[in-house]
């Protein structure tokens, strides 16, 4: 039976030694398995499970017979250092039987990994060399890119198409609106009559835009590339279209004080009272109130004199709007709060969308090819012009620590 148990494992070890050439050849030229070779590796992975199973059907056999082969070569040797399996089912048997102490430590002396050149560690001489020149650090997922997307404000403002180069916008001039209808006096007299006119402002759009140039192997070697340069760069462009909405907000003179350590009662008022500057002005409701990070965390720090949240996450019954740690989720006193990383400092501005207006047109992505260079440039760019319509220019109210 001994004997049949060693055809076996020879057979296993040969075909294993088969399969492990193959793909070895098919690794040193550089190409995947031809279909002929799959389809004998798989008779081989079927050939092998076969004889695994009678193996270890053999293995209980062989049980009694190396025992005393173990017990024979402890006799005769003068270490457990000098142990050694004398074929592969003696290996296998001890592999297939480790609840059994004395096959556990014959199989663990013979194969401790860390102490492949001997079976104790004083024994081991460390002869393995340092492989991290094989070792390859994979790039996983997608690229972190911690730079602002998006335009909150702008997004939310809405957008009208710029026509042309140039264009005016026309507003009604009315200084007599408030008493330009009036009482007729008695029948048949005359009544009130007082002009206004129709007046315009020309706009002239200001164009956004930058570009890299790109080598012809970045290209090439690196996939994806070019799409990555791309998005980052329109992420520029989303960054500085933003910055000029903000930045014509801020050219308001309409202000209202609120100290930069104001309690939640000194807070609501000034709000309130920069809503209602706001509706003074334009005749409108506020509708937004903008702000920075910094804007965001003093407002929704705030508490009463009770300790309770003024904006709380849920929606307490005598709460003045709600507020979580990312993002305003509902309103601040009935106005939808906007959230944007352009303003770095602790303004916030209520206003309405009739109080600005964003001119928008987006330029085609341009790319040039350089073949002297072996590269390309590409572009992004995109035209804007915000715009606070004259009638009401100074309508938006900042809120800040002096009025």
């Known amino acids: 039976m001994n004997v049949m148990f060693d055809r076996l494992s020879d057979e296993r070890d040969a075909i294993v030694a088969v399969r492990q050439k193959t793909i070895e050849a098919a690794t040193d030229e550089g190409r995947e398995l031809s279909p002929a070779e799959v389809s004998d590796m798989e008779d081989a992975k079927k050939r092998i499970a076969e004889i695994d199973l009678r193996i270890g059907v ?45 096959s556990k430590r014959r199989f663990s002396m013979q194969m401790r990994a860390a102490e492949h050149m001997g079976t104790t560690a004083a024994a081991t001489t460390p002869t393995a060399g340092d492989l991290g020149g094989l070792v390859i650090a994979p790039s996983v997922g997608a690229i972190v890119d911690p730079y602002p997307s998006g335009m909150p404000f702008l997004n939310w403002l ?30 048949k007299a005359e009544l009130v009559s007082k002009k206004f006119t129709v007046a315009s402002e020309t706009l002239s759009p200001v164009t956004y835009g930058g570009y890299l140039n790109i080598s012809q192997q970045l290209i090439s070697l690196q ?32 202000k209202e004080t609120l100290a930069a350590d104001a309690d939640a009662a000194a807070t609501l008022k000034a709000i309130y009272a920069a809503a209602a500057k706001v509706m003074t002005s334009s005749h409108e409701a506020a509708s937004f109130m903008l702000m920075g990070p910094l804007g965001f965390a003093q407002l929704g720090s705030l508490a009463d004199a009770a300790g309770r949240p003024l904006f709380p996450f849920i929606g307490a019954a005598n709460a003045p ?77 900042k809120l800040a620590p002096s009025a």
């Open 223 to 254: 996939p994806g590339s070019l799409q990555i340069i791309i998005n980052h760069l329109r992420r520029r462009l989303a960054w500085q279209l933003e910055l000029a909405a903000i930045n014509e907000v801020a050219a308001t003179t309409g």
């Open 58 to 102: 053999l293995a209980d056999d062989l049980s009694q017979e190396v025992e005393i082969a173990a017990k024979v070569r402890k006799i005769g040797s003068k270490s457990p250092e000098d142990f050694a399996y004398r074929n592969a089912g003696e290996a296998m048997y001890d592999m297939l039987h480790q609840s059994d102490p004395e």
């Open 158 to 187: 809405g957008w009208s198409r710029i026509p042309s180069a140039a264009f005016s916008r026309p507003y009604i001039d009315d200084p007599d609106f408030a008493t330009g209808v009036a009482e007729q006096s008695k029948q």
């Open 321 to 397: 709007g709600q507020s979580t740690a990312n993002t305003f989720t509902t309103s601040v006193a009935g106005m939808h709060a906007i959230i944007t990383p352009a303003i770095t400092g602790t303004e916030i501005y209520v206003g309405n969308r009739s109080l600005l207006e964003a001119w928008y047109f987006p330029l085609p992505l341009l790319e040039v090819v350089e073949p002297s260079v072996l590269g390309r440039q590409v572009a992004v760019s995109a035209m804007l012009a915000p715009h606070r319509p004259s009638p009401f220019s100074n309508s938006i109210i």
